[in-house]
Every structure is written in C-alpha cells, then in structure tokens.
C-alpha cells in the first residue's frame, strides 16, 4: 500500500508537469471520498497493548475521530506530537479518537512510539484491510465520525472547527 500511494503521488506530480494544470487536474487532488455521509465501516484491529479492539464498542455512541498515519509519514509525526497534547481536549469533549497505523509491524510501530514517547492505544492494520476499507489516500488522514457513527468529514489535518463539523453544523447556519 505505501508503495502505492507514493506512486500515485509521483504519477500525479508528473502528469500535472508534463501537461500544465488544468481544472481536471485540480478535481484529481480535491476528489470527495464515497464515504462521506455513510455509515463508517465497523473494524476489529489488533493494538501494540496486545488486545483487539472493536471500533464500534470503542466508539460507544460517541463522536470520533480516526487517525492514520505512519512511521515514515514526516507530516505523520507532527500530526502525532499535536495529537498527544490535544488528546485530553477531546476526551473532555467526549471524543474518542483512534489511531491507526498503516502496514508496519508492531515490533517498528513500538520502537517509534517508545522513542516519541507516545502512549496512545495504537491499532495495527499490518494488511491494510481497512485502509482499503476507508479508500485511504495519503497520509496523515483524518476521519470525522458522529455519534449515529456516519463519516462526516475526512481531512489530513484535524480542522478547527471540528466540533462544528461533528455536530453536523455548517458555517452557513
């Protein structure tokens, strides 16, 4: 999968190069993933504590965010480091988030996290059977998910009005 998407991202450079920019070209990078609006695909994964976890159980009703990333993500690190110190903002909001890490083996997925001082409970999709799932396209991604459980957004940051987007209002309310 990761060999994938950085040929996407090189075949995309590349065409965008050889035949100038164009309004298609633009709807290449700023296409809407079909999820947006359904019902978020229920996931058991395996974490580096040693348990499974079921996302909908996790979830309990509440509103979620999903995290994928990866160790050979530079972005992905970052987004790590302001994750760790929001964290607590959105459990205080009630939000559950979920990390999820993107074809790497545990044994990588704890070295880093030990080293980053991370110690969050990470999710191992080392098949990316759900990556596949979710339509992943790049890294880091982020999926906004409501209480009824349906996506509402997907983003490579976590935007700021995240609240707003979660409790389905719009800025033209």
Known sequence: MKVVIKFCVVFALLTSLAIGHSHA????????????????????????????????????????IIFY??????????????????????EERGISVVFINLEEKEKVVKKFMK???????MLLDEDAKV???????????????????????IEHGIPENYVEILA??????
Not at 43 to 61: C, P, V
Not at 168 to 173: I, N, P, R, W, Y
């Open 25 to 64: 070209m633009g709807q290449f990078f700023f296409l809407e993933n079909p999820l947006i609006g359904e019902r978020a695909p229920d996931f058991t994964l395996k974490t580096t504590k040693g348990r499974e976890l079921n996302f909908s159980d996790y979830r309990e009703g509440r509103d979620s």
């Open 69 to 90: 990333w990866a160790t050979w993500c530079a972005s992905c690190k970052e987004h790590l480091q302001e994750m760790k110190t929001a964290i607590k903002e959105f």
């Open 115 to 121: 080293k980053a001082s991370l110690d969050f409970e």
């Open 131 to 153: 990556a596949e799932d979710y339509n992943i396209f790049g890294l880091p991604t982020y999926y906004l998910v409501n209480k009824a459980g349906v996506i509402v957004a």
């Open 168 to 173: 389905g209002v719009s800025d033209e309310e």
